[in-house]
């Protein structure tokens, strides 16, 4: 297994590995370079902004995506307003039919999220905090939307919680980094809080770890750009801080936020209650990146950037709004 500190450094050495002795597949009209039967283990959950030169990557929409999987939402109408591909995954244009969410959230009427807390609890060495998300009585259908992530483990020991992921099948250019790593190193920093333990280690396992031909060239320019990102001695990062009891209030509450900043209005104009930190850090970014969106003048932008401080969230923020062409992105 190969063991990594952060989120950028497991996608930088994966990559190499992917190109390097990836076998070529083609799946689907799709040609592809492949590694089978992956293991990855990021041991700094909280470390999971990726800032590599030609990943271009949205931190943005990472974050709202990742917070509508633990509200237990699948609507497009929020989604595609920060990752405009996502309309190509649905079947009837309105919602993705394997959204996690729903799938960890409301299961046939059970929250998997509450059961595994309450498990937890009960008998916190528990090997039974498992939650599912491929559906064999929904899923061996043809679809646009059929779950990559399919299993999740969650293992306290030693009084910290890891968290291990299986998936079947995982685009490492846009699925890995884009997305994967960042859903599953937050919703395990918040389970263990939840649990009033210290976070562990994410394991992400998948059988196929591969990236698709359209992406070759940009992860050639990436590997050969040899980036080098030295991540000792940074900044503290927002750490999230609410009880389970008070969870449903408080995510409501940011995505009462976040609709009214995607509306169109400015953060400090809608009475803000969220006082835990990571989830304020988010919102802020939330309503930096609409700012930006909205062509503000960059004395505001700077004034938001401020207020996330300095570490690696900011950078991210930073990095994003500088490039070129951001908005595009």
């Known amino acids: 297994m190969a063991v990594y500190r952060n989120v950028e450094q497991a996608f930088l050495a994966e990559l190499h590995a992917v190109v390097d002795s990836g076998?070529?597949?083609?799946?689907?009209?799709?040609?592809?370079?492949?590694?089978?039967?992956?293991?990855?283990?990021?041991?700094?959950?909280?470390?999971?902004y990726v800032m590599l030169p030609h990943r271009n990557n949205n931190v943005f929409a990472s974050i709202a995506?990742?917070?509508w999987v633990i509200a237990g939402r699948n609507d497009l109408s929020f989604l595609s307003a920060y990752l405009e591909r996502a309309v190509d995954f649905s079947d009837d244009g309105l919602t993705w039919r394997a959204g996690y969410g729903p799938r960890l959230r409301n299961w046939n009427g059970v929250d998997q999220l509450a059961e595994i807390v309450k498990i937890l609890r009960e008998?916190?060495?528990?090997?039974?905090?498992?939650?599912?998300?491929?559906?064999?009585?929904?899923?061996?259908?043809?679809?646009?939307?059929?779950?990559?992530?399919?299993?999740l483990h969650f293992l306290m020991r030693d009084g910290r919680l890891n968290l291990h992921v299986a998936a079947r099948s995982t685009d490492i250019w846009w699925g890995f980094s884009g997305i994967n790593?960042?859903?599953?190193?937050?919703?395990?920093?918040?389970?263990?809080?939840?649990?009033?333990?210290?976070?562990?280690?994410?394991?992400?396992?998948?059988?196929?770890?591969?990236?698709?031909?359209?992406?070759?060239?940009?992860?050639?320019?990436?590997?050969?750009?040899?980036?080098?990102?030295?991540?000792?001695?940074?900044?503290?990062?927002?750490?999230?801080?609410?009880?389970w009891e008070d969870a449903p209030a408080v995510w409501d509450e940011w995505m009462r936020l976040e609709a009214g900043i995607r509306a169109g209005q400015?953060?400090?104009?809608?009475?803000?209650?969220?006082?835990?930190?990571?989830?304020?850090?988010?919102?802020?970014?939330?309503?930096l990146y609409w700012s930006a969106q909205r062509g503000v003048e960059s004395r505001v932008l700077d004034e938001k950037l401020a207020a996330l401080g300095d570490g690696r969230l900011a950078a991210a923020a930073r990095e994003y709004l500088e490039r070129p062409q951001q908005l595009r992105h």
Do not use: K
Request: charged share 30%; net charge negative; glycine share 2%.
């Open 123 to 151: 008998e916190p060495l528990s090997r039974r905090a498992v939650a599912s998300i491929y559906d064999p009585d929904r899923d061996f259908v043809e679809s646009r939307d059929i779950p990559c992530n399919n299993w």
């Open 65 to 67: 995506e990742s917070m």
């Open 181 to 243: 790593a960042f859903e599953w190193t937050l919703l395990l920093e918040v389970m263990a809080r939840w649990l009033r333990c210290a976070p562990g280690r994410l394991v992400f396992f998948s059988s196929s770890l591969h990236l698709y031909e359209r992406h070759f060239d940009r992860a050639s320019r990436l590997l050969a750009s040899q980036p080098n990102r030295a991540t000792s001695g940074e900044a503290e990062q927002p750490r999230f801080d609410t009880d």
């Open 266 to 287: 400015d953060l400090s104009t809608l009475d803000c209650n969220l006082t835990d930190p990571l989830l304020l850090a988010y919102i802020r970014m939330i309503d």
């Open 23 to 48: 076998d070529l597949v083609e799946v689907r009209a799709e040609r592809t370079r492949e590694l089978r039967a992956r293991l990855i283990e990021v041991s700094d959950i909280r470390s999971r």
